[in-house]
């Protein structure tokens, strides 16, 4: 970690993204240091999605520029491969390979594109399954899983890859309550590990407990930003209040 | 008067130009429907137009009138193909059109979010086609390819018209020969189905 230090894990500046005359990303600046923990909220329609999957590489964006530790991705994000291996992505739908085990989901991506054994690419998905509580389930297909479990070995399907950064999208709004628990648990738990994590999620009490900074867009701008304890105790702008309050009552 | 015995006999010496047809037609049916079914679930613009008017062009024409002019026409070019060989292209082909649509259906029914996990895994485009894509798409479509596929061994009774012998060609010279169509077609019919 430390020859990264340097450089902050995401340098977002002067983000700007336009779908066809609808102007999503206003000059959008963000910094997140290695190691730190962003919770990104705000109503739906701000931009939020569309902000980390230009991070990700799944969207293009029209100007500004991104770097991933001093790599730069490429509005073209096909052309930045290297960028883009930095940052695991967890779905809000979790995505899964249907026609795929666990395991196979986990694996695929290690054999293929790293080029792995299969007894050195399964032992590193082990290891993760393990990680998020569900080595049990490896050689039963996604449709045999709960929501909650689905969307755990979405998330060591993520890891596997060893990314610096996790990427997570609104990754509990598709659960049933019964099971966002188990979820934000591992995420917790990645939190505690040293992870650089970006969340999208309206889990304003994981964001209170695990986040040391909330960021609050609206209509495609960052509106204010602060720690948890000032961005609940005090936000400054009256839109984040008016977020807020329908968000707690 | 031929027993029905001696008429399934009869139509039966026909089935092997029936299968080999068939065989022969899903040698041209299954390579095109992939490929150009796949080309016009990943191109646009002018590439989709050309893909699209390929397909439509076997799609969309006559079988009977695509036999006659690459069996009758062809050969004024130069051109000598067999009868066997016209016949299972013109069919294939043709089936391969209906399947093509088949596989591009259900390659654009799969949820965007399945390419997205794959790419987001760093899987190349291809790779996301055929580990990913096709593997779903292709199970889902499985029931429309067998109804494809019983197209196409109906649609071989048409070669009968360019000089080969299979089942609707022995019924026909049965028929002129015992005066007994009713008999004989409904034989051939009946094979057909079993088949």
Redesign the interface.
């Known amino acids: 970690m430390q020859e990264h230090s340097l450089a902050p894990a995401i340098d977002i500046a002067a983000l700007n993204k336009w779908y066809g005359t609808f102007h999503v990303l206003k000059n959008v600046d963000l910094v997140v240091g290695t190691g730190s923990r962003i919770v990104i909220c705000g109503p739906s329609g701000s931009g939020k999605s569309s902000l980390i999957r230009c991070v990700?590489?799944?969207e293009k964006y029209e100007s500004g520029t991104i770097r991933l530790a001093d790599t730069p991705l490429e509005m073209d994000a096909?052309k930045s491969?290297a960028a883009?291996?930095q940052?695991?992505?967890v779905?809000q739908?979790f995505?899964?390979?249907?026609?795929l085990t666990v395991l196979a989901n986990c694996t695929?991506?290690l054999r293929?594109?790293q080029k792995k054994s299969r007894g050195a690419a399964s032992e590193i998905a082990m290891h993760f399954l393990e990680k998020v509580k569900i080595p049990e389930q490896a050689n039963k297909y996604p449709a045999e899983l709960s929501g909650g479990q689905q969307q755990r070995v979405?998330i060591a399907?993520?890891l596997c890859?060893n990314p610096r950064i996790m990427l997570f999208d609104e990754p509990t709004s598709a659960l049933d309550p019964e099971m966002v628990k188990e979820v934000l648990d591992v995420m917790t738990s990645l939190a505690r590990d040293g992870m650089t994590m970006v969340c999208v999620t309206h889990e304003m009490h994981f964001a209170r407990e695990v986040a040391d900074r909330i960021v609050f867009m609206d209509q495609g701008s960052i509106v204010e930003q602060s720690d948890p304890a000032s961005f609940f105790a005090a936000p400054t702008h009256a839109r984040t209040r008016a977020f807020l309050s329908n968000l707690l009552h | 008067m031929m027993s029905i015995f001696q008429i399934w006999l009869g139509i039966l010496q026909g089935l092997h130009v029936t299968a080999l047809v068939t065989l022969y037609g899903l040698l041209f049916a299954v390579p095109f429907a992939l490929l150009f079914g796949i080309a016009q679930h990943l191109t646009t613009g002018l590439a989709r137009f050309a893909v699209t008017a390929v397909i439509e062009f076997w799609r969309s024409s006559s079988v009977i009138i695509l036999l006659f002019v690459f069996y009758y026409a062809l050969p004024v070019f130069g051109i000598e193909l067999s009868a066997m060989t016209v016949g299972a292209m013109v069919i294939g082909l043709n089936i391969g059109g209906y399947a093509s649509q088949s596989v591009r259906a259900g390659l654009q029914a799969l949820d965007k979010g399945q390419s997205e996990a794959g790419s987001a895994l760093g899987l190349t485009r291809a790779q996301v086609l055929f580990m990913i894509e096709l593997p779903q798409a292709l199970t889902a479509m499985a029931p429309t390819f067998i109804n494809q596929l019983i197209q196409l061994v109906k649609g071989t009774a048409i070669v009968s018209l360019v000089t080969l012998t299979d089942m609707t060609f022995r019924a026909k010279e049965l028929a002129q020969i015992e005066y007994d169509p009713v008999a004989i077609y409904t034989s051939l019919l009946l094979a057909y189905f079993v088949v």
């Not at chain 1, 995505?95 to 026609?99: I, R, V």
Request: charged share 15%; glycine share 8%.
């Open positions: 990700n590489g799944l096909a491969s883009r291996r940052t695991g992505m779905f739908s995505n899964l390979f249907p026609h695929l991506s293929r594109v979405a399907r993520a890859l």
